[in-house]
């Protein structure tokens, strides 16, 4: 299978892309989502996130509440490293899940927000950026989710810059445009995916050699 690397700066739309491209068939692995699955009403996760940190997680309908927790943990390390030996490990498993799903020639694309941050290009096939001038994902940020500027721009400044983020691609889908722009663009990264997938589909057919 082919394993793509999905990233782009906040504000970007790499969500959009992410969307769009599972849509069309490829296997989205998303570890936020993931991590959000593994903790919801009546999983084991759930029940041990409770048990760590009390009852006090927990809305009124049962389910966690995620900004009470995060009061709890971002403000302690070792507690933040309790929730992650949590979280962490079912969110391993349920991705192994996936992929063990997947068929041999599948698009395997992994949403990974800090991709480049952490220098994980090397475990890819293919490394898609999400791009948008700095200005356009400001006013995305301010204008669709309502943050502050001064935050958006602090946000934006966090992580790797642009001309980081443009070095470390394979493939750069420049989202600046209009909706019915993007589905054109990724649908032609789709073609080019599902090729490259073929193509190391035969090879690894060819040789008996998974290169998963």
Known sequence: ??????????????????GRLAALGAVVIDADALAREVVEPGTPGL???????????????????????????????????????????????????????????????YDVPLL??????ELYDVVVVVDAPEE????RLTGD?????????????????????????????DNSGTREELDARVADLWQELRLRAAVKHAEEAADGTPRG
């Open 145 to 173: 989710r309502g943050m502050p500027e001064d935050q958006a721009r602090a946000r934006i400044a966090a992580q790797a810059t642009r001309r980081e983020r443009l070095a470390a691609a394979d493939v750069v889908v």
């Open 47 to 109: 029940a041990e996130v409770v048990e760590e940190f009390g009852e006090g997680v927990l809305t009124a309908e049962g389910a966690l509440d995620r900004p009470r927790l995060g009061e709890i943990v971002f403000s302690d390390p070792d507690r933040l490293a309790r929730l992650n030996a949590i979280v962490h490990p079912r969110v391993g498993a349920r991705s192994e899940e996936l992929m063990a799903a997947a068929p041999p020639d599948a698009v395997l694309v």
């Open 1 to 18: 299978m082919l394993r793509v690397g999905l990233t782009g700066g906040i504000g970007s739309g790499k969500s959009e892309v992410s």
């Open 136 to 139: 356009e994902r400001i006013r």
């Open 116 to 121: 480049v941050e952490n220098g994980l290009q």
